[in-house]
């Protein structure tokens, strides 16, 4: 019988301040979180739990797996640091690799030559982005600390937010991530008990179509490849199996008991809604219109939800000429008329545009969208 194999040192990245969302969704699947900072939650996996990780985490950009750790204060120390790790059937010899490189408080800090240099001691030529779109290419994250170089292979390939349905884009779009983080972020799983979800400033429909494959239980991507399917190390029956879970909830998705809208004032944003929702294969499950957030209103029968958008922000979207304050007090107007019950989480950037809506919001999270600095704005005695 084959030897047990260790498990693997992983690190589940994330967009800054959405480490506790990441671990949360790690203990969903089994798997027990380790040290979580800003960018980032360690875990140990087997390499099932590092195949279900890719397919099923929904607020993480990628999965990366150590390799190794050394004292690098030179270049030959580097290069013979790299010569005897241990690789673990994570790479392959003498294919081509990315490396993404950076350096603090030591003695190696050209970024480049250490690119070299790593890729070099493995045999391998280097690509860019622009020679590999599609990330086939192993990418390697490498990063020198206090003469100390980390190393450690991505095993995702395409960033996680790369979702397979986003077929029609909108102005200033919203990151697929951060989308699943806003609706964690306000506690909506799609049960009853969370009410409704309506999005009146939909955009392309990133919420919404977010909301709707985790209210039907299915996987945030759909079929897609990973990194991990080209390592030497790769187990096929392992990932068949986990690949036939995927299958079966796309299959046998669970039923969607609350309603779940889409509107804009935009009707580039709501075909474009419609397209992505259909594509994502929830189309039926979100109801999807034409129309101001002045003529908001509730859908029928439905006293209670939540209303979660991400409103412009006058970075770099100027609103199509509107004044963003009036925008932001047109909503509030309209929740306390026609919303009695109803709760509010918007991703906004501007603290004082989100203090226009009247509502007493205050940010429950911090990160960033596109370069921007952004927080989920919540009520204030929402737990966060």
Not at 142 to 161: E, M, N, Q, W
Not at 190 to 218: H, K
Not at 319 to 326: M, Q, V
């Amino acid at each position: 019988m084959a030897a047990r194999r260790p498990p693997l040192r992983a690190y589940a990245v994330c967009a800054p301040g959405l480490a506790p969302f990441v671990a949360a969704e790690l203990r969903a699947l089994g798997i027990h979180p380790g040290r979580t900072d800003r960018g980032g939650v360690t875990f140990r996996a087997s390499h099932r739990q590092l195949y279900a990780a890719n397919a099923w985490l929904r607020t993480s950009t990628r999965v990366l797996v150590r390799i190794g750790s050394f004292p690098a204060r030179s270049f030959v120390e580097l290069e013979r640091g790299v010569e005897r790790l241990e690789l673990d059937g994570l790479v392959r010899p003498g294919a081509p690799m990315r490396l993404r490189v950076s350096s603090s408080a030591s003695k190696l800090y050209h970024t480049t030559a250490i690119a070299e240099r790593v890729a070099d001691a493995f045999n391998s030529t280097l690509v860019t982005a622009a020679d590999d779109p599609d990330f086939e290419a192993q990418l390697l994250v490498v990063r020198v600390t206090r003469d100390k170089l980390t190393i450690s292979a991505d095993s995702s390939g395409l960033p996680l937010y790369r979702r397979g349905w986003h077929v029609a884009a909108g102005p200033a779009p919203l990151r697929e991530t951060l989308a699943a983080a806003a609706l964690a972020a306000v506690g909506w799983d799609g049960a009853a008990a969370s009410g409704a979800l309506v999005d009146p400033m939909c955009g392309a429909g990133t919420i919404p179509i977010e909301a709707a494959r985790l209210a039907a239980g299915l996987p945030p991507s759909l079929r897609r490849s990973y990194s991990f399917e080209h390592w030497p190390a790769f187990e096929p029956g392992t990932w068949a199996s986990v690949a036939g879970e995927l299958a079966a909830a796309e299959r046998d998705r669970r039923p969607v008991g609350v309603a779940i809208v889409a509107s804009d004032r935009d009707p580039a944003a709501v075909e474009a809604t419609r397209a992505n929702a259909e594509a994502a294969g929830v189309v039926d499950l979100i109801d999807v219109a034409e129309g101001p957030v002045s003529a908001l209103t509730p859908p029928d029968g439905v006293t209670s939800g939540w209303i979660v958008t991400n409103p412009p922000y006058g970075k770099r979207v100027d609103g199509g000429g509107r004044d963003l304050r009036n925008l932001y007090a047109a909503l509030g107007n309209v929740v306390r008329e026609r919303f009695a019950g109803w709760r509010v989480g918007l991703v906004a950037a501007d603290a004082t545009l989100v203090g226009h809506t009247g509502l007493g919001l205050a940010p429950a999270v911090t990160t960033a969208n596109g370069g921007i600095d952004v927080a989920v704005y919540t009520p204030p005695d929402h737990p966060s």
